[in-house]
């Protein structure tokens, strides 16, 4: 196993590949299997309706990965991927996995504070950024010296493009090995780096698949970042390779551009955030697109509450399947054939009969066959010494094995799916020169779930909400981090122990609201 990784336990990985969870194959299989099976069937669509057959994109990343081997680097070196919702996205990562060097997947929308840690933590050898963004090409400026290559997809400019080369056979990956790293929602600021072996991830998008009913019919909308966990194996782009289905690049989720796909090609099946299912349900009918093929809508990221549950579908005309995961392993997902009530009341049920489920004191806990032991390169504080990962989330299971989601027990609040460290943004409040002292604290919002507000202690004259947007766009802070409300406060409130008292915080903010 890489260095800085922990494996399963011998017994466990025994009794996974005994079971089946475990096949033993490389990830990259569902590419190379797809373009054996059905060469000219069209496998990937660009928003702009270009299209790919399995034949096309197995032969773009065999270049690709001939490109990348030709380096020189060794096997397992981190590139850092900083990609949209574009082709090049599936062909850079399958490229990357036949090159046995590992893709570690950061979102667009991260910025200075996001990618310079993780350039350190990874030790990336290489960044690949869209050559369109320019953030991303000033990003790229930025950590140019901490890494040796700048690959740019599109005009590479100052930079270098993806190299490419004549197809070459290449050793095929450990399946034991990491295959990828995918971005823990961290409460400290800095992601954790969670390594998804060959083994577990592979198991994880195909049973998705399994579960969620996805065939060679199905045609699956990449709505949101590819590069998250939901969109990529849950089931997403890569379950609905592992069916044989058809996948479509959406570059948003808003209603104009994902109703738009959905009509034209065709699409049976999407994932979206609580908002965005809002979002889609309230302008639905204003907008008169033709949503009739759509079968399936997964919602996840966050808890989507009962009553817009019971509206999804008599507004879009589908059937709802709530999602409940992490990146780092455990899914549940209610099933296609749920009764009603468990559909719109609770975040569904472990995927696989591998997962293990403990709930103490209100945390859930879980081990499994996709679940990590441990993070890359940090402590082991967020697991039992008998290898249950302490997920942070407070919830109760139902006699059927159904989980309802009630919160978390970490400081980090869940904006519309996307996990905001509290602690990071007062990290960086501190250093405005009008803030005494800052708690910042997730509100309920119908909407969005949770919203962002920043209680400040002022020094001196206080400052204003644009004021302090501003000041963290300056030090690089992503946008979707920037607080929704901002609250002058007289001092906090604090514990008997003398520890900032956010509970405290949340109920006065919400009394002087409702």
């Not at 990343?61 to 599936?90: K, M, S």
């Not at 479509?248 to 738009?260: H, M, R, Y």
């Not at 967020?382 to 407070?394: A, K, L, N, Q, V």
């Not at 607080?483 to 109920?507: F, W």
Request: with cysteine.
């Amino acid at each position: 196993m890489l260095d800085g990784c922990k494996p399963w336990p011998q017994d466990l990985a025994d009794h996974y590949r005994e079971a089946g969870y475990w096949t033993g194959e490389p990830l990259d299989v569902l590419l190379r299997e797809g373009a054996r099976k059905h060469p000219a069937r069209t496998v990937l669509i660009a928003a702009d309706g270009r299209r790919w057959s399995w034949a096309e994109l197995d032969e773009w990343a065999d270049r690709l990965a001939a490109g990348l081997a030709g380096i020189g680097l060794d096997p397992y070196t981190r590139v850092l991927v900083q990609l949209p919702n574009v082709p090049e996205f599936v062909a850079v990562l399958f490229a990357l996995l036949r090159a046995r060097l590992l893709p570690v997947l950061a979102l667009p929308a991260h910025r200075e504070s996001e990618i310079v840690p993780l350039c350190e933590l990874s030790q990336a050898a290489i960044y690949i950024i869209d050559g369109s963004s320019p953030e991303h090409r000033a990003l790229a400026r930025t950590v140019s010296g901490l890494v040796r290559h700048v690959f740019v997809v599109g005009e590479p400019g100052e930079f270098e493009a993806v190299p490419q080369g004549e197809p070459v056979s290449l050793p095929a990956a450990d399946p034991a090995e990491p295959a990828l790293f995918l971005l823990s929602g961290g409460t400290t600021g800095t992601p954790k780096l969670i390594p998804r072996t060959h083994n577990d991830y592979l198991y994880n998008a195909r049973a998705s698949a399994e579960v969620c009913g996805f065939t060679e019919e199905t045609r699956y909308l990449v709505a949101l970042p590819a590069a998250h966990n939901f969109a990529l194996a849950c089931p997403g782009l890569l379950g609905a390779m592992a069916a044989g289905a058809t996948v479509v690049l959406a570059p948003d989720p808003s209603p104009d551009t994902a109703f738009a796909l959905i009509e034209r090609e065709r699409i049976t099946v999407t994932a979206v955030v609580p908002p965005v299912a809002l979002l889609w349900m309230d302008v639905a009918d204003v907008m008169g697109a033709d949503l009739s093929s759509l079968e399936l809508l997964q919602v996840g990221g966050a808890r989507l509450n009962p009553e817009p549950a019971g509206r999804v579908r008599g507004t879009l005309g589908c059937a709802l399947q709530q999602v409940f995961g992490m990146a780092e392993g455990l899914l549940n997902f209610t099933r296609l054939d749920d009764p009603e009530d468990l559909v719109i009341g609770t975040q569904g049920r472990p995927l696989s009969p591998g997962d293990e489920i403990q709930v103490v004191d209100g945390e859930l806990l879980t081990r499994g066959p996709y679940t990590l032991r441990g993070y890359y390169r940090a402590d082991s504080r967020s697991f039992t010494p008998d290898g249950f990962f302490r997920t942070g989330d407070i919830v109760r299971v139902l006699p059927t094995g159904h989980l309802i989601v009630e919160g978390r027990n970490k400081d980090q609040i869940n904006r519309g799916g996307e996990k905001v460290p509290a602690q990071e943004l007062e990290n960086h409040l501190l250093a405005h020169e009008s803030v005494h002292d800052v708690a910042v604290v997730g509100l309920p919002d119908a909407v969005m779930g949770e919203v962002i507000c920043a209680c400040v202690v002022a020094r001196g004259a206080a400052p204003a909400l644009r004021e302090i947007k501003a000041f963290l766009r300056e030090r690089g802070v992503a946008a979707y981090k920037l607080p929704d409300r901002l609250e002058i406060v007289d001092a906090l409130p604090l514990t008997n122990v003398g520890k900032v008292s956010k509970a405290a915080l949340v109920e006065r903010l919400v009394k002087e609201t409702s």
